[in-house]
């Protein structure tokens, strides 16, 4: 498995850096969780635990897409977008998946259908209470409905309030990783 990494045109450059060591730490994460996946199933005498996992495959295949997890508790948008606030969410909602699509279909042929999801976990209050002390948002509430507009920017795109609480975002991408992993 290869995590291609993305830099979008939506995200600061320092936020993009962030973006691409915590892929790169998933990446290997998700790795050791294959592999043991794998052995488990190679290794199991039972023929029900073989024929759900060949079913679950077939699933995937007959209906394939693409997941992107994203720790959202560093200001992961341009700031343009962030003050634009509801036009800001739906246009950074339509960057993003443009920017997915057009990725995967260079890496992918016949990938121009495959569905693609997208889950922004963050502290709702920290961040926008941030984003409003250094003079982005005019706000802390203006956050929420850059949110709603994202999260209806696309059909299968959520931008999720984890709370506050140290790693709550981390925590919640790696429950992700390990359900979709199996």
Not at 36 to 41: D, H, L, Y
Not at 47 to 52: D, I, T
Not at 143 to 168: H, M, T
Request: aromatic letters at 8%; proline letters at 3%.
């Amino acid at each position: 498995m290869q995590l291609e990494l993305l830099t979008p045109r939506f995200l600061s450059q320092k936020r993009a850096r962030e973006v691409q060591i915590q892929a790169r730490e998933t990446e290997t994460e998700l790795e050791n969780e294959l592999r043991g996946a794998k052995q488990q199933t190679v290794s199991s005498k039972d023929p029900g635990a073989l024929f759900e996992s060949v079913q679950l495959n077939r699933s995937q295949e007959a209906n394939p897409f693409v997941l992107a997890l994203i720790d959202g508790d560093g200001a992961i948008f341009q700031d343009a977008l962030l003050r634009a606030v509801i036009n800001g969410g739906t246009e950074a909602g339509h960057l993003l998946y443009n920017e997915i699509k057009q990725h995967v279909q260079q890496l992918y042929e016949g990938s121009g259908a495959w569905s693609v999801m997208v889950q922004i976990y963050a502290n709702f209050d920290g961040l926008a209470r941030h984003l409003h002390t250094i003079g982005i948002l005019s706000s802390p509430g203006q956050l929420n409905a850059f949110a709603k507009s994202f999260n209806l920017s696309q059909p299968l795109f959520n931008f999720i309030d984890v709370g506050s609480g140290k790693e709550r975002a981390d925590y919640k991408i790696r429950g992700e990783c390990a359900r979709f992993a199996k």
